[in-house]
């Protein structure tokens, strides 16, 4: 109370400085939303008027193409895989990370990392160099007749080295803020290990997870860079949506490129949409599992 | 039920760092005893020791005849209150006082319909009735502490072990939760090892007091043994300021205060 007492006339005196910062707030937001609109929402929207430009007709004729239809096909199956296997690999990381200390744990981080601060073009090449017929094991993967580069199990593997980090990085810091003494009580309370984790560890980061695995979704079905280096763009084979759309638009077909676009524009935005609805009806529950009481 | 605690010799080293250098330290079946030190002198990590979250570099832990290394942390059933609460924070207070009955394998866990018994009764017990549905994170530090001490109970504990319970909480609750402990104590009988910082706290609470310094016990005793005999200089100036209370209480009044129980 004396406490609060002596700090309010503080708070109170300068009226002029609190009009001054009402302005300031008012110009940054303004510049904010101007910069969000001019960068970020005007392309989305050209996008979608683009795709619509020769009319609904058109742009569903667009989809009936095979090779369009393939490269869905692919986008989906790549995603399907990269994604599930990123959020297990990265929960195990995250947990073994927060949860225990040992050797190595700073370079595990880096390397962690490691996507994120490299080229994906180069997360790309450097498949070409392990699996490519020039490459290390391309002798030893001709031999037993198996295809990785110019071939999906490639396209998955550069995804799955791309989109890596997203699910890690959004579970370490919670995890590391949250400590082991909800582990610790929950052993000491009779509590099997795999007990602890799925009733007290896995709850206590499954929004952070969701988030990680919405991230890591959107870049795996966006991702070009790594892709288009291992892919090879054989039509209706390797080519996922990303890289039809570049091989539609080089060719001039506007609709049809728009109209991938705007399939993947519109998955994104789902996955923002999603994530939203999602904070909103479990706003609570998510505050009490972020704080530390 | 309750059990006497033997610690003997318990010795662990943090990287080069001696935290605990040959502790030995007797608790008897039913018997509270608090473990009074300053901060760093090795309370919270005896009390890990004890319950098994931390392994001892030497030395050995006995629950009765029970040598505690060859009991998994689940069999040694300690009812462990931390520093900082450790309430599962996306339960509600009653899922997380029922958690260490549904964690018990099948055959030996209760009915839901017993532990819904059981987890209302031992929020009687704590003073929380009615607030089972909420979560850790709505209650004050008072009453998560409670909760925490109800979630120890309800596994039967052999032993129960507080970390500074009360550390994070204001004076005025303070005095009030430690009031009502040593009442939950004498009711309830178990074999009590309290950490606490706090001399008063100590004093006012436990039969017998062990003093921690620097990772060894510099003296076990009743409040009278202690504050007649301190057993080192550091004893002694660090219940100087109780001493001082003490005796000028004596001076005042006939009956003293502090060391009357
Ligand atoms: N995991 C750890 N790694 C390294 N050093 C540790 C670790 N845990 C404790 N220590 C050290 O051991 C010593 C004793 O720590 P401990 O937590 O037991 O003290 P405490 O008596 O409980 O203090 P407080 O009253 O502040 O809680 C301290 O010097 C501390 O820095
Ligand atoms: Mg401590």
Redesign the pocket.
């Known amino acids: 109370m004396a406490m609060s007492d002596r700090v309010l006339p503080l708070a109170h005196t300068p009226e002029r400085a609190n009009s001054e910062t009402a302005l300031t707030k008012v110009i940054l937001i303004g510049l904010a939303v101007l910069f969000l609109v001019a960068i970020l929402f005007l392309p989305l929207v050209t996008v979608f008027i683009e795709a619509l430009r020769k009319g609904w007709g058109t742009l569903f004729e667009s989809f009936g193409d095979p090779d369009t239809l393939a490269a869905i096909r692919l986008t989906l199956l790549v995603a399907a895989i990269a994604v599930p296997f990123n959020a297990a690999i990265g929960l195990a990381a995250s947990w073994a990370i927060a949860k225990f200390?040992f050797r190595g744990k700073n370079l595990l981080l880096t390397l962690i990392d490691l996507p994120f601060s490299i080229s994906p073009v180069i997360s790309g090449l450097v498949y070409v160099l392990l699996f490519g017929a020039q490459g290390w094991l391309g002798p030893w993967l001709q031999a037993h007749d198996i295809q990785i580069i110019f071939a999906v199990p490639g396209i998955v593997l550069a995804t799955v080295l791309v989109t890596f980090p997203f699910v890690a990085r959004e579970l370490i810091p919670l995890m590391q803020s949250q400590g082991t003494s909800e582990e610790e009580a929950a052993l000491l309370l009779g509590a099997s290990g795999w007990h602890t984790f799925f009733k007290v560890t896995l709850p206590n980061v499954k929004w952070a997870l969701l988030y990680g695995v919405l991230l890591c979704n959107a870049r795996a079905m966006g991702e070009f860079g790594a892709v288009s280096v291992v892919s090879g763009h054989i039509r209706g084979l390797t080519n996922t949506m990303p890289l039809h759309i570049e091989i539609l638009y080089n060719e001039y077909n506007f609709v049809g490129a728009f109209a991938v676009a705007s399939l993947l524009a519109g998955l994104a935005l789902f996955t923002l949409l999603a994530k939203t609805v999602l904070e909103w009806r479990f706003a609570g529950e998510i505050a009490a599992t972020a704080r530390r009481h | 039920m309750s059990v006497p605690v033997r610690v003997r010799n318990l010795e662990?080293t943090?990287?080069r760092?001696p935290?605990?250098k040959g502790v030995s330290l007797d608790v008897e079946a039913g018997e509270l005893v608090a473990l009074l030190?300053?901060?760093?002198?090795?309370?919270?990590?005896?009390?890990?020791a004890i319950a098994g979250l931390?392994q001892p570099d030497a030395g050995q832990v006995l629950f009765g005849d029970l040598d505690a290394n060859t009991l998994s942390l689940r069999e040694r059933r300690i009812g462990f209150v931390f520093?900082q609460y450790a309430l599962f924070r996306h339960m509600k207070v009653f899922d997380n006082i029922a958690f260490g009955l549904r964690a018990r394998p099948r055959a030996s866990r209760p009915s839901e319909a017993g532990i819904r018994s059981r987890v209302l009764d031992l929020l009687h017990l704590v003073q929380l009735d009615g607030l089972e549905a909420r979560y850790p994170a709505q209650l004050s530090g008072g009453q998560r502490q409670r909760v925490a001490l109800a979630r120890a109970l309800a596994i039967e504990p052999r032993v129960l072990l507080l970390?500074?319970p009360f550390?994070a909480l204001d004076a005025r609750v303070r005095k009030d939760l430690r009031k009502w402990l040593r009442d939950l104590h004498q009711r309830t009988g178990h074999t009590t090892l309290f950490?606490t910082?706090d001399q008063d706290e100590a004093f006012e609470l436990a039969g017998r007091i062990a003093i921690?310094d620097h990772?060894r016990i510099a003296q076990v005793g009743t409040a009278q043994d202690i504050l007649d005999r301190p057993a080192t200089p550091f004893v002694g100036s660090f219940i100087e300021g109780i001493a001082r209370r003490e005796a000028q209480a004596r001076e005042w009044t006939k009956p003293h205060v502090v060391a009357s129980r």
């Open positions: 200390e | 662990k943090f990287g760092y935290a605990l030190g300053p901060s760093g002198s090795g309370k919270t990590t005896l009390l890990r931390e520093q970390d500074e550390g950490v910082h921690l990772g």
